[in-house]
């Protein structure tokens, strides 16, 4: 799964990466967790690029509370074209969710805690976890949401963890972008096992309060 994560490059570098035109003030964060606001890459209704801020946990839009939201983190790759909470989305309303990393968390022989793990590009540059947003109408008006989709641990990761954030590279984003094309499924698979690197992290990252930049300082663990 996908349950915490990073961004902190400079907007300017995340235009050029993703080709929006909005530059928004964006401070940089460490510590991303679910119901938080986050911003996103979709498709304007001119077609071009454009960021949004929506919040993390997808609402769908026949559903009567919004704390739904909380469990729709994450969509599964393997049902998301098909399950009731995601398909109108797929179908509709794809994004990118930009990050510069994750977190993932083992359980330690002997110890009360799980050690936590950063996830990121061996390159360095940003992810774009591939997303869907939906819109809610609340009592108090729109509200618009997103869910980051998993799939398949690639070998690297599968020692932590079963899932992963499914990662789109530059050359196929605009193809998951386009919902008039109806061939994004195949988009939904692992990334290669060479792209990302992990390393462990203090324990620090646990709660969402802290932020900062040291909470993605590799450290090593007793």
């Not at 050029?16 to 911003?39: D, K, S």
């Amino acid at each position: 799964m996908c349950g915490r994560y990073q961004l902190h490059t400079p907007v300017a570098i995340l235009q050029q990466a993703f080709r929006f035109t909005q530059r928004p003030n964006l401070e940089p964060r460490y510590n991303i967790a679910p119901t938080q606001t986050v911003p996103i890459v979709r498709h304007a209704a001119e077609g071009e690029p454009e960021l949004a801020m929506v919040r993390w946990g997808l609402v769908p839009f026949w559903a009567k509370d919004i704390s739904i939201g909380s469990r729709m983190i994450n969509a599964r790759s393997e049902t998301v074209a098909t399950a009731p909470s995601f398909r109108a989305a797929f179908r509709a309303r794809r994004c990118l969710v930009p990050a510069d990393g994750f977190y993932e968390w083992q359980k330690v022989e002997g110890a009360k805690r799980k050690q936590p793990y950063v996830i990121r590009r061996r390159d360095r540059q940003p992810l774009a976890f591939a997303g869907l947003w939906e819109s809610w109408k609340g009592p108090e008006g729109a509200v618009e949401t997103c869910t980051i989709i998993t799939t398949a641990a690639n070998a690297t990761l599968a020692p932590l963890h079963d899932r992963m954030p499914v990662i789109l590279e530059p050359d196929v984003q605009a193809r998951w972008l386009d919902t008039s094309r109806p061939d994004a499924a195949d988009l939904l698979r692992p990334a290669a096992n060479d792209l990302l690197e992990v390393y462990p992290v203090s324990t620090k990252v646990n709660y969402v309060a802290n932020q900062g930049a040291e909470l993605i300082e590799p450290i090593n663990p007793a």
